[in-house]
T-cell receptor, first 115, second 115 residues
Framework: GAGVSQSPSNKVTEKGKDVELRCDPISGHTALYWYRQSLGQGLEFLIYFQGNSAPDKSGLPSDRFSAERTGGSVSTLTIQRTQQEDSAVYLC?????????????FGPGTRLTVL | AQSVTQLGSHVSVSEGALVLLRCNYSSSVPPYLFWYVQYPNQGLQLLLKYTSAATLVKGINGFEAEFKKSETSFHLTKPSAHMSDAAEYFCAVSDPNTGGFKTIFGAGTRLFVKA
């Protein structure tokens, strides 16, 4: 029974480059979430998916951020033209529920460093 | 818009003492409320949640929280702290009327337990 996995675990990139962060949710989980955790701050909601659909994209910080989910499973968060302020830990979570009160199971995160 | 305020970024207690971590929320509707814990070098995991059933909610590891609508609070307590409780604790809120998926987290409270 694998949990939520994320790759890469660490990513160092240069300012202006694009990065892709991957999330593999727990099998059968219909909901998938992306958060950003900056040093000393809580989790910042970015986006959630119900199946392959993202009903609320208002949490994405700018149009440089995008996310997709295919096959109701794997999700990719893409950051274009990275900036230093994008440096953070990006967390993915999934839940098995038709409603939002279900327990979210979190992955270990991807630590992104933009030089 | 919903929001969560956790009072005290750091709380220190002695082993065996009462643990009290404070959380106040802002919501125009009765919310879903959650406490998550992040142990050192581990992912976040759910401690407990309130979803409009009993106002006193019991969670794992002896923690409980009480939903007080009049005070817009959802404080986390444990009668007797253990060294293993040292971790970061996050309070979170979501809106059932929009499915409850968009989850807003507080900034977190780091709990230190002294021997």
């Amino acid at each position: 029974g694998a949990g939520v996995s994320q790759s890469p675990s660490n990513k160092v990139t240069e300012k202006g480059k694009d990065v892709e962060l991957r999330c593999d949710p727990i099998s059968g989980h219909t909901a998938l979430y992306w958060y950003r955790q900056s040093l000393g701050q809580g989790l910042e909601f970015l986006i959630y998916f119900q199946g392959n659909s993202a009903p609320d994209k208002s949490g994405l910080p700018s149009d440089r951020f995008s996310a997709e989910r295919t096959g109701g499973s794997v999700s990719t968060l893409t950051i274009q033209r990275t900036q230093q302020e994008d440096s953070a830990v990006y967390l993915c979570a999934s839940s098995f529920t038709s409603g939002g009160a279900g327990e979210q199971f979190f992955g270990p995160g991807t630590r992104l460093t933009v030089l | 818009a919903q929001s969560v305020t956790q009072l005290g970024s750091h709380v220190s207690v002695s082993e065996g003492a009462l643990v009290l971590l404070r959380c106040n929320y802002s919501s125009s509707v009765p919310p879903y409320l959650f406490w998550y814990v992040q142990y050192p070098n581990q992912g976040l995991q759910l401690l407990l949640k309130y979803t409009s059933a009993a106002t006193l909610v019991k969670g794992i590891n002896g923690f409980e929280a009480e939903f007080k609508k009049s005070e817009t609070s959802f404080h986390l307590t444990k009668p007797s702290a253990h060294m293993s409780d040292a971790a970061e604790y996050f309070c979170a809120v979501s809106d059932p009327n929009t499915g409850g998926f968009k989850t807003i987290f507080g900034a977190g409270t780091r709990l230190f337990v002294k021997a």
